[in-house]
């Protein structure tokens, strides 16, 4: 990419490449920019202070860092969840680590219980405006019956979610108890939701691994999914910094 952009435009590079917790992405920080790949749609870019490189096949196709081009993956992204039919699951956003979960059995007691920080809280109103700004039709919301699934449920979307059983954090459960849950938040998975609208779950890292092997590092990221045939396929990872960059790159389409 530095050959096909030109070495005194990208510059020397600062460090090795880095894998990015999250989404899949590596990236490798210049002199002058950013050099990425993209794993939504296995792309490299060069990202300068304005203005954005991108290898297509070969060719190097330039655009401000603040646009979108129609045939790029995190673009296509957004407006497939426009137009609806997917499965959005959210981890909570960060936590309070001088708090701990101490009473497993009374989660309606929010006191006894590792809550969001005011990060935590400032990221899912942050996501939220962003996905009202993008216009992403949300139908049902599911969260998990814990305080800071719920308050980061309520800060995406302005509404009391629905609680949903089977994906209470299982790491206080028995096993057995884990792995009915586990069956049971797999059959909802299977469901397609609505071609014109999507369904959201707001829950915890370990209940989408055990049901998908899907991991979740990051605390407000989200796994974008896809039901085809009774069978949920994961398309995408979002990180929670990348909602708000995103609708403002569509909203100057």
């Given at each position: 990419?530095?050959?096909?952009?030109?070495?005194?435009?990208?510059?020397?590079?600062?460090?090795?490449?880095?894998?990015?917790?999250?989404?899949?992405?590596a990236e490798q920080?210049?002199?002058?920019?950013?050099?990425?790949?993209?794993?939504?749609?296995s792309r490299i870019?060069?990202?300068?202070?304005?203005?954005?490189?991108?290898?297509?096949?070969?060719?190097?196709?330039?655009?401000?860092?603040?646009?979108?081009?129609?045939?790029?993956?995190?673009?296509?992204?957004?407006?497939?969840?426009?137009?609806?039919?997917?499965?959005?699951?959210?981890?909570?956003?960060?936590?309070?680590?001088?708090?701990?979960?101490?009473?497993?059995?009374?989660?309606?007691?929010?006191?006894?219980?590792?809550?969001?920080?005011?990060?935590?809280?400032?990221?899912?109103?942050?996501?939220?405006?962003?996905?009202?700004?993008?216009?992403?039709?949300?139908?049902?919301?599911?969260?998990?019956?814990?305080?800071?699934?719920?308050?980061?449920?309520?800060?995406?979307?302005?509404?009391?979610?629905?609680?949903?059983?089977?994906?209470?954090?299982?790491?206080?459960?028995?096993?057995?108890?884990?792995?009915?849950?586990?069956?049971?938040?797999?059959?909802?998975?299977?469901?397609?939701?609505?071609?014109?609208?999507?369904?959201?779950?707001?829950?915890?890292?370990?209940?989408?691994?055990?049901?998908?092997?899907?991991?979740?590092?990051?605390?407000?990221?989200?796994?974008?999914?896809?039901?085809?045939?009774?069978?949920?396929?994961?398309?995408a990872r979002v990180?929670?910094?990348?909602?708000?960059?995103?609708?403002?790159?569509?909203?100057?389409?």
């Amino acid at each position: 990419m530095r050959n096909l952009v030109g070495a005194s435009t990208v510059g020397d590079c600062l460090e090795p490449e880095r894998q990015i917790p999250g989404n899949g992405n590596a990236e490798q920080r210049t002199t002058t920019g950013l050099l990425v790949f993209r794993a939504i749609d296995s792309r490299i870019l060069f990202q300068g202070a304005n203005q954005t490189w991108i290898n297509r096949d070969g060719q190097v196709v330039t655009r401000p860092n603040n646009q979108r081009l129609e045939w790029e993956g995190d673009r296509q992204l957004m407006e497939a969840l426009q137009r609806g039919g997917h499965i959005v699951y959210f981890r909570h956003g960060p936590t309070d680590s001088t708090q701990q979960d101490s009473d497993p059995n009374n989660l309606a007691n929010c006191a006894t219980q590792r809550n969001l920080n005011q990060a935590g809280r400032d990221q899912g109103r942050m996501i939220g405006e962003a996905l009202r700004a993008l216009n992403i039709p949300a139908g049902t919301v599911r969260s998990s019956e814990y305080c800071r699934a719920k308050e980061y449920s309520q800060l995406l979307f302005g509404s009391e979610p629905q609680v949903e059983p089977s994906i209470v954090l299982p790491d206080p459960l028995p096993m057995p108890t884990q792995q009915q849950n586990t069956e049971a938040f797999r059959r909802l998975l299977a469901q397609a939701p609505p071609a014109t609208s999507n369904v959201f779950y707001v829950s915890h890292s370990p209940n989408i691994r055990q049901a998908m092997n899907v991991d979740l590092p990051v605390e407000g990221s989200a796994a974008i999914i896809r039901v085809e045939g009774g069978n949920p396929q994961l398309v995408a990872r979002v990180l929670p910094t990348e909602w708000a960059p995103l609708a403002q790159a569509l909203a100057n389409r």
